[in-house]
């Protein structure tokens, strides 16, 4: 809809004074959520048949529901894994925006597939995967795992017939109990049962484990699952045993690093994925450890070719595209229609240059050792686990959930602080991720002060 009259310059106008001020603050207030209720006692009703018009709509979302909204950009955003995107990659996500670019096919993407798959190639360079690996950006981390399992099954299940085995009774993957909670996700879609495997006294799943596991296991496993950080604590599993196990039985090896592979940027941490090169894909979200915008998870195949022959939609409406020898980037998940959401990465890199991520994501690991110090040294607080990536666990003598909870409600409620209650091994703790190049030690010093 182009209507180039003075009310839609206007809103124009509007729209990138808003952009602007947003990408200004400095710090960007917290903010926070409201209940049902609050929000329908101030809000109107807006979709109507004649619709309110977008200056009012667009002071309603600055007013109210953009602040009924908590800034994961935030420094003292602190929980879950918060986002971090540099001013580039969200000024760029608006020129997407207004790009209207269909990103399922080189036919009709060209320019911003070749874009984003020299972003995948320099992310494929730095694992160690060779020159033709490849993949695409989908949607978040739960898509890309659940998209690498289906191509590891479909090679599985390919090569059982080829053997002339047939399907087994039950397919099965392995993974560690500390993995992601979207591994269970995907094996309910897919229909396959998860075979568990306890992760050693340092947190960590190593090739023995895996080994064992897999030899009770039965028949039915195409894949092994190693987590390059995991959500909880930031542990890197034993890549390179585990890698060696999945080899030598000839079971797909997928890496689950959405937070913690980007770690690897890191010199001085590179070697905590050692083996990850010898995986059969890997993830790992732009819009959580390399400062995009939501949403973004690039997918990589050693071999693409096996994720096109497990996704490739068919139909006679897209032959002109599937039935052309180019890179479409729908071909390698599960998705069709997409979004070119790996642009405002690429823009970012090119932008400020790869040394700048390093420095961002090496300084983040830097202050989670540094805030570690400060809990270990701090009386009436004990450091669970002595951080590896960024994230950093730790408790309150003596707290209990509930206290836990009123001063994480607290610090929220006051506009100060993000930062929720976890657990481990049934005792209630609470924990820092740290993302965010702005997050300081003295935000954080404020938050265990918090806790006197
Ligand atoms: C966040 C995360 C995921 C899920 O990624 P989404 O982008 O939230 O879907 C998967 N695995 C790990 C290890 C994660 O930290």
Redesign the pocket.
């Known amino acids: 809809m182009h209507t180039h009259d003075e009310e839609a310059s206007k809103l124009l106008d509007a729209i990138v004074a808003y952009s602007r001020e947003r990408l200004e603050m400095d710090p960007v207030p917290l903010d926070g959520p409201k209940t049902l209720a609050e929000l329908d006692a101030v809000v109107p009703k807006t979709v109507t048949e004649d619709g309110i018009g977008g200056l009012p709509a667009l002071k309603l979302f600055e007013d109210v529901l953009a602040q009924a909204c908590i800034s994961t950009d935030n420094p003292r955003y602190v929980s879950f894994?918060p986002a971090a995107p540099t001013e580039a990659a969200t000024m760029f996500d608006l020129v997407v925006a207004a790009s209207c670019i269909y990103g399922g096919s080189w036919m009709e993407g060209a320019g911003a597939v070749y874009a984003e798959n020299q972003v995948l190639s320099w992310l494929a360079s730095e694992v160690g995967f060779p020159g033709d690996a490849g993949g695409v950006f989908v949607?978040?981390?739960?898509?890309?795992?659940l998209s690498a399992l289906v191509t590891a099954r479909d090679q599985a299940a390919r090569r059982r017939e080829a053997d002339g085995r047939g399907r087994p009774e039950r397919w099965k993957a392995a993974c560690s109990n500390e993995?992601?909670?979207?591994?269970a996700a995907a094996a309910r879609v897919m229909d396959i049962d998860l075979v568990p495997i306890p992760v050693d006294s340092s947190g960590r799943l190593n090739g023995a484990e895996v080994d064992a596991a897999l030899a009770d296991a039965g028949d039915g496993v195409f894949a092994v699952v190693a987590?390059?950080?995991?959500?909880n604590f930031g542990i890197v599993d034993d890549l390179a045993s585990i890698a060696a196990v999945a080899k030598r039985r000839g079971l797909w090896l997928h890496v689950?690093?959405?937070?913690?592979l980007a770690g690897i940027l890191s010199p001085a941490h590179r070697d905590l994925y050692a083996g990850v090169e010898n995986a059969d894909s890997f993830?790992v979200?732009p819009?959580?450890w390399l400062y995009a915008p939501f949403?973004a998870?690039a997918l990589i195949y050693r071999d693409p070719e096996l994720g096109r022959q497990a996704h490739t939609q068919h139909a006679d409406y897209l032959d002109p595209l599937t039935g052309a020898d180019e890179w479409n980037p729908s071909d390698y998940a599960y998705n069709l229609t997409r979004r070119a959401r790996g642009l405002p990465l690429w823009f970012s890199l090119a932008t400020y240059g790869v040394r700048a991520y390093r420095e961002a994501i090496a300084g983040t690991i830097e202050l989670a050792h540094v805030i570690a110090d400060e809990i270990r040294s701090r009386p009436g607080f004990t450091l669970v686990r002595e951080p590896e990536l960024s994230v950093v666990v730790f408790s309150k003598d003596g707290w209990t959930a509930g206290d836990y909870a009123a001063w994480s409600k607290r610090l929220l409620e006051s506009g100060d602080s993000f930062v929720v209650p976890s657990s481990h091994q049934g005792r209630p703790v609470t924990r820092f991720a740290l993302i965010n190049p702005r997050t300081t030690k003295e935000d954080l010093v404020r938050i265990l002060d918090s806790m006197d």
């Open positions: 894994i949607q978040g981390g739960t898509l890309g795992n993995a992601h909670s979207s591994l987590t390059a950080g995991t959500t689950d690093g959405a937070y913690g993830i979200d819009h959580k949403d998870c």
